[in-house]
């Protein structure tokens, strides 16, 4: 299995643009997770999914940010606008059941 | 508030020197415990779960203890290629499977 599985590793936009994160989960695994990390805050979760439903939401810091689980082997997270304080590695994760999880290698996105 | 507390932030050892981290909890109605390793460019990789008071796991030079209030990782006569940040994480009652991670504990061994 080639694990999980982001894409871009590395985003540099301007400010006020629109950023899409992708990420394909491992297949079979029926949770995903979108973590967001800095040196400050460490390792925050955002939002994840259960069967491709939303479960928990309440990490995502506002309306600017959203995400999306279309089907088992694809997500989105899209932030519009962005901004400076957004500029952090974004880490999608999956997990079988209550096993641990599997990170992929992440996106590290600056906004200027 | 914090549930996840890890000591020290940074540590340098030398080749061989064996040392502990420490990973403090206030979540009660623990479901599981984690540690994950993470290589700087990299995604955390599992490491262990632990589920129970006085359970305990080994891999290589690591080894991870549990207790009701914090959690251990030993790590027994390091080499260079253990330097990495070591992160907890903890499984509570209060969400179907998510994870609420430490800060990290960032080891280097030196040669």
């Known amino acids: 299995d080639a694990g999980v599985i982001q894409s871009p590793r590395h985003e540099v936009t301007e400010m006020g643009q629109e950023v899409t994160l992708r990420c394909k989960p491992i297949?079979?695994?029926?949770?995903l997770f979108w973590y967001r990390q800095t040196m400050m805050r460490g390792l925050e979760l955002l939002i994840y999914?259960?069967?491709?439903?939303?479960?928990?939401d309440s990490g995502m810091p506002e309306d600017r940010f959203s995400a999306k689980m279309p089907n088992a082997s694809f997500s989105t997270l899209k932030i519009q606008p962005s901004e400076p304080r957004d500029s952090a590695v974004y880490f999608c994760?999956?997990?079988?059941?209550?096993?641990?999880?599997?990170f992929g290698s992440g996106t590290r996105l600056t906004v200027v | 508030e914090d549930q996840v507390t890890q000591s020290p932030e940074a540590l340098r050892l030398q080749e061989g020197e064996s040392s502990s981290l420490n990973c403090s909890y206030t979540?009660?109605?623990?479901?599981?415990l984690f540690w994950y390793r993470q290589d700087p460019g990299k995604g955390p990789e599992f490491l262990f779960t632990?589920?129970?008071a006085g359970e305990e796991k080994e891999k290589e030079r690591l080894k991870a203890t549990l207790t009701k209030k914090e959690s251990f990782l030993h790590i027994t006569a390091p080499k260079p290629e253990d330097s990495a940040t070591y992160l907890c994480?903890?499984?509570?009652?209060?969400?179907?499977?998510?994870?609420?991670f430490g800060k990290g504990n960032q080891v280097v061994v030196i040669p």
């Open positions: 994760a999956s997990s079988f059941g209550e096993a641990g999880y599997t």
């Open positions: 297949s079979g695994h029926d949770y």
């Open positions: 999914f259960n069967n491709n439903v939303p479960i928990d």
């Open positions: 979540v009660s109605g623990l479901r599981g």
């Open positions: 632990l589920y129970s």
């Open positions: 994480a903890v499984q509570a009652p209060w969400g179907n499977n998510r994870l609420a």
